[in-house]
């Protein structure tokens, strides 16, 4: 196993800490003892930012994945894809490109199936897409996901048809295990869950459970990776959602942020979104460089 620090981080969209009422919180649920567990270990992170109104998608996940407070630089939240100055600062600032320049691998895991990404509108680029294709130039394709080096949106694969898909679904806990083998040629894996946020807008106990259920599933073979030599596992959001069935907007609550395996520590003194972006270049400034991916 290679001695260098390799991370997996896993976003998950609209994933607030709420009441612990099984009744309102459907994170609560005695159905899903996994994810009940880790959220135990959960750190809870400021989402707000300071601005009034509710924490939006756009400023909070530029804000988690550069470290600058994105509400403060637009002056309010802004939800659903990066508008053009928000898109400026994402490339500028970016996880990624900063992981580079101090000489480390990155890549970001999702699958975009049958799509070139540099024909996405602009509008509909989200804050990962805009990161990636700026920092890496590149995104894992078709290719990637036939040799079990990518993850789709869904992890299972069920909603790809829609975009030409004629695979086979794969299991939770398959795709996991694909992510950890991404994960292993790089140092520095991300990896974007975002049908959580879009099962709390709808309002629909059944996709709820169903994307409950596979993070249930997902998370913890997931986990594994924080269990060998140097490799650290993180796991947070943007922003709340899912874990208040009471309404179908996003919520005040704070976010989890999960730290396990290797530097674990650094990350539990964390208070905000803000934070998240600068220990992870903190951690990896004293990490030595030079990693070639193997072919």
């Given at each position: 196993m290679d001695g260098r620090l390799k991370t997996i981080f896993i976003f998950v969209d609209g994933l607030g800490l709420g009441a612990a009422d099984p009744a309102t919180n459907p994170l609560c649920s005695p159905r899903l003892p996994n994810l009940v567990e880790l959220l135990k270990q959960a750190v809870p992170l400021d989402a707000?930012?300071?601005?009034?109104?509710?924490?939006?998608?756009?400023?909070?996940?530029?804000?988690?994945?550069?470290?600058?407070?994105?509400?403060?630089?637009?002056?309010?939240?802004?939800?659903?894809?990066?508008?053009?100055?928000?898109?400026?600062?994402?490339?500028?600032?970016?996880?990624?490109?900063?992981?580079?320049?101090?000489?480390?691998?990155?890549?970001?895991?999702?699958?975009?199936?049958?799509?070139?990404?540099?024909?996405?509108?602009?509008?509909?680029?989200?804050?990962?897409?805009?990161?990636?294709?700026?920092?890496l130039g590149r995104v894992q394709g078709d290719a990637a996901l036939r040799h079990g080096l990518a993850v789709t949106h869904d992890i299972t694969r069920w909603t790809m048809h829609t975009r030409g898909y004629d695979g086979p679904l794969v299991q939770p806990e398959e795709a996991a295990r694909h992510l950890l083998a991404l994960a292993e040629r790089n140092d520095f894996t991300l990896f974007e869950y975002f049908l959580t946020d879009r099962a709390g807008h709808s309002g629909h106990p059944e996709l709820v459970e169903q994307c409950l259920g596979t993070l249930e599933?997902?998370?913890?073979?997931?986990?594994?990776?924080?269990?060998?030599?140097?490799?650290?596992?993180?796991?947070?959001?943007?922003?709340?959602?899912?874990?208040?069935?009471?309404?179908?907007?996003?919520?005040?609550?704070?976010?989890?942020?999960?730290?396990?395996?290797?530097?674990?520590?650094?990350?539990?003194?964390?208070?905000?979104?803000?934070?998240?972006?600068?220990?992870?270049?903190?951690?990896?400034?004293?990490?030595?460089?030079?990693?070639?991916?193997?072919?």
């Open positions: 707000c930012l300071g601005f009034d109104g509710l924490p939006q998608s756009a400023t909070g996940q530029a804000t988690l994945l550069t470290g600058i407070n994105a509400a403060a630089a637009m002056g309010r939240h802004i939800e659903g894809f990066p508008p053009p100055a928000l898109k400026e600062l994402v490339e500028r600032e970016n996880l990624f490109t900063k992981l580079a320049g101090l000489g480390h691998s990155c890549t970001f895991a999702n699958c975009y199936w049958g799509i070139d990404p540099q024909e996405i509108p602009a509008r509909r680029q989200s804050v990962t897409t805009v990161m990636t294709l700026a920092a599933r997902f998370l913890p073979e997931a986990a594994r990776f924080a269990e060998g030599k140097n490799r650290l596992l993180l796991i947070c959001s943007d922003h709340g959602n899912i874990e208040d069935s009471t309404t179908r907007s996003h919520t005040l609550n704070p976010v989890p942020l999960i730290a396990l395996g290797t530097h674990a520590e650094t990350f539990r003194t964390l208070r905000s979104l803000e934070d998240v972006a600068p220990a992870i270049l903190r951690l990896y400034a004293a990490q030595p460089t030079g990693y070639s991916a193997p072919p």
